[in-house]
């Protein structure tokens, strides 16, 4: 059942020992949702606790004050945060499938799985819409919430650059950053900040770009061998796929990653002619107008000439 | 004298056939500062025009409507638009020397060579300056408008990123949104697509990149000979200095690059420790605190060494 900000607000309060639930492979938005939440459940007097399929990674939990050492107890409420199916929530699925009493999304696609969804699909982020709910929770929001809610939607709009972008995304962000969040920091870390494995892995990955139907597809192969060669991993790939758009002319960029047990992954990323959560919908997939994956059970090579034979397809029904 | 946008903005009413100076090698502030007003005083019926040492990129054009055929005129009101020295107006330099009636800037280093000065360095861009004063001159403010403006200040905060965005920008760029700047187009056009040239180039620097110090400096060298190889251009260049920021650890960032005549020019980028308008003001430059630039009348070799001394012991005070 679909409720708005005010109805979500009013269950949170009546609720306690409330467990969230991330996507795995968790992005800033879903961990940024789920850290802002429990830290103003945690002021609200309420015991929360933020749990995810993977591990989160370090520079979230370095930029959100307070949120280690999250209490334990038997959960009475499930909240998902930024997960638009219960596919999404990897290992967690088999536990909380069909027990999941609310839902927080931006995903057009939501299956609307949870009893209860608060549902935005204009909203750049799912932090915008979670910074409407703590707000309307009446929530005083300190700099570790802000830094929590500024990370979301920094990092589902590349930096405010992508279309999904609007007016109310900056309003939001101005906001952030009056109540505290450190932008310049989080978009330093987000955005700017390149390992030096990572950089390695990103020449290899350049390196290697295919082109195909007069370079309309372009497509980035990352394999196990890229990775014990550059000293990089699957956790520091994130900022890869967005390199297939922008070269020039390139109308739909895939990055297929091989995982460790051959089987491999997609992510689709396009601009106006295709719409990359359609796109991914052939393969079982889903996501965004312009950012989108899927997942293949066959090796990379065939998944390529899948996805290619695919695409390739998609563009000719434009012309 | 320094005057504030009121006075400014009474100034420019009184007024007409106005010259509007860019700085050269002009960025998307300078000229989406000079655009935006332009069509604000077109606006008041006033006769205007931008002009600039060297030629205004085809993408800044194209994302402004208007701005072609600008009238011409005998000037009776001179203004500089994000020009801090009147060294930057390169060869309108020696024509408009000591004759510049107002100048609207950001720069904290503006050496106030202007009669009349509208000065604000916590603006994260000039074009920041330039929407009050466009507000203040009552212009109803429209896409061409509102996408000038946009331009200067996503390009002059590197898409939002820099630590000098501030609430201040986040919230210009929401109301420039919401009077018609196309955020997702610009953003596009600015930061994602690069040329075929443009990619073969930046290859080629990020393999070619030094480190001293401890890998907290961070050199990449651009020689005509690199232009050749990859039939890429000085005017393509923009984004690489940038490069030399996102590997984790370097405090500096120095980007060289040869020009036709073997002397060079060099970018430099910094991060918390040093102050870049500080470093560059040793070799003639100036700039912000985390972005500015020198030029020198030797060869990149030499010019390295020089650069990397210096960088070496201004990071060596910090310690």
Redesign the interface.
Known sequence: MKINVEKCARMLKQKDNILILTHAHPDGDTVGCGFALYLALKKLGKRARVICADEFQEKYLRLVDGCLDMPEFEEEFIVAVDVATENLLGDLKDKYEGKIDLCIDHHGTNTEYAKYLLLNADAAAACEIMFKVIRTLRVPIDGAIANALFIGITTDTG?????????????A???L??LGAQ???I??VM??????TY?ALE?LA??GMEFFDDERICVITITQDMYRKTGSSETETEAIA?LT????GVEIGLTIREKADGTCKCSVRT?QSVNAADYAANFGGGGHKQAAACKFDCSVEEAKKLLVAKASEMLGEQK
Chains 1, 2 share one sequence.
């Open positions: 930096c405010f650059r992508y279309d999904s972008t609007t007016s109310n995304t900056y309003r962000a101005a906001k950053v009056d932008n310049g920091l978009n330093r955005f700017e900040t390149k390992t030096k950089a020449r350049i390196e967005p758009r922008q070269i020039e601009f």
